[in-house]
């Protein structure tokens, strides 16, 4: 069981996987088939429907059932499954809390596993790498395959450890040969990127993000609708792309739900039966966009920013398109801090601001920006460093 709710811990509890991995549930003993309804009940339900799955499995893990227990952990990690039911303080007090208790004498592997997490993000505990690095160690050694992909991690990045490049990859393709979508999704972006001293191979990450995508594993799927889009390990498939966009976006993916927005912007890829009307398309590009906004992704906030700004999909509103700029920026995104400065500079939606303006502009030429590089070289023929 400990395996089981390994895998489910890599693959964000998919409902899907949970199927996959317990095929034959009216085999088990009835506490472990209470524990499977409880945790399905809850990766599938609205979050109006989930409290009563959440007090379920909440009450076998005080009962003192270590899979519960470590389960518990493991959801409260993964904190967005929770719906709502709990909050960020007490998600990150539960990881450590149930964890430990997991963990009390060896009877949860999976549990000492999250201990080792908790330290390491320092969740209701002081962050400790070194320390959270001895248990991924004791657990690797065991056999974890999340200890094991967290471990490589680790070594990856000189986190708590020597850096060791080459034992990085060892533990990483370590577990995801134990079939870890964490792990399967992380070596497949390895080789389609190079990284890990990995040759570029488009074939095989493609292999990979398809095994991470069979258990349901988010950030596959839209790796996998960028593969068909761009050809990348499989030929070049626009409806193919739009199918494995729209399962990441519903699977709550941030990258795939704007992804899938820029197919119904660009109407590549679309189903039968969806609406080729530039307006219907441009509103539902815009739901998108704010879907994606919604969980973070920055060039989701710089797009919707465009849309209010430009009237495209939604009534034209200046403040909420700066709105958009301002979250972008502080997520890094280059297009918000151009958009931004030209909004400071014409003082439409905000204050006008020219020397915040310049300020943005040269951020955005510091990291290659075009427009910002073209201001930079302009700055600098108007204002030239003084003679010596």
């Not at 959440?54 to 493991?74: F, H, K, P, T, V």
């Not at 060892?170 to 070596?187: C, H, I």
């Not at 966009?245 to 679309?270: M, V």
Request: charged share 20%; hydrophobic share 45%.
């Amino acid at each position: 069981m400990d395996e089981i709710l390994t895998k489910l811990h890599g693959a964000f509890h998919n409902a899907s996987l949970l199927e996959q991995l317990l095929p034959a549930a009216e085999t088990l003993p009835p506490d472990i088939l209470t524990l499977r309804t409880a945790l399905l009940q809850l990766a599938t339900a609205k979050s109006s429907d989930a409290a009563s799955a959440w007090a379920q499995l909440e009450r076998m893990a005080e009962d003192g059932q270590a899979d519960a227990q470590a389960l518990m952990a493991s959801v409260l990690y993964r904190h967005r499954l929770t719906k709502g039911l709990v909050s960020d303080a007490e998600a990150a007090h539960g990881v450590y809390r149930y964890a430990l208790m997991a963990a009390e004498g060896g009877r949860s592997i999976l549990g000492l596993t999250l201990v080792g997490y908790a330290y390491l993000d320092g969740l209701s505990i002081p962050a400790d790498a070194t320390r959270a690095v001895e248990i991924l160690q004791d657990t690797a050694h065991k056999g974890n395959a999340a200890a094991k992909c967290s471990l490589s991690y680790c070594f990856d990045s000189g986190l708590g450890v020597k850096a060791d490049k080459t034992k990085a990859t060892e533990l990483l393709e370590e577990s995801a040969a134990q079939g870890y979508a964490t792990a399967l999704f992380k070596l497949g972006c390895w080789h389609q990127y190079g990284r890990g001293g990995k040759v570029v191979n488009p074939d095989r990450a493609f292999e990979l993000f398809n095994e991470a995508a069979k258990q349901g594993y988010p950030a596959a799927m839209n790796q996998l609708g960028l593969s068909f889009a761009n050809g990348r390990g499989v030929a070049v498939d626009p409806a193919a792309a739009f199918s494995w966009y729209q399962r990441a976006s519903d699977a709550g993916d941030a990258d795939g739900t704007y992804h899938l927005a820029l197919c119904y912007r660009d109407a590549c890829g679309l189903p039968p039966g969806a609406s080729t009307v530039l307006a219907e398309r441009q509103v539902k590009t815009v739901e998108l966009y704010q879907k994606s906004a919604d969980l973070g992704q920055p060039q989701a906030l710089f797009n919707l920013g465009c849309c209010f700004m430009n009237g495209t999909g939604v009534s034209r509103d200046a403040h909420k398109a700066v709105e958009c700029y301002q979250k972008a920026i502080a997520l890094g995104d280059m297009d918000a801090h151009v958009n931004m400065a030209k909004c400071l500079m014409t003082g439409e939606g905000v204050e006008a601001n020219s020397a915040e303006a310049q300020r943005l502009l040269m951020v955005a030429a510091d990291h290659g920006h075009p427009t910002g590089l073209s201001f930079a070289h302009f700055h600098k023929a108007v204002h030239p460093a003084p003679m010596m």
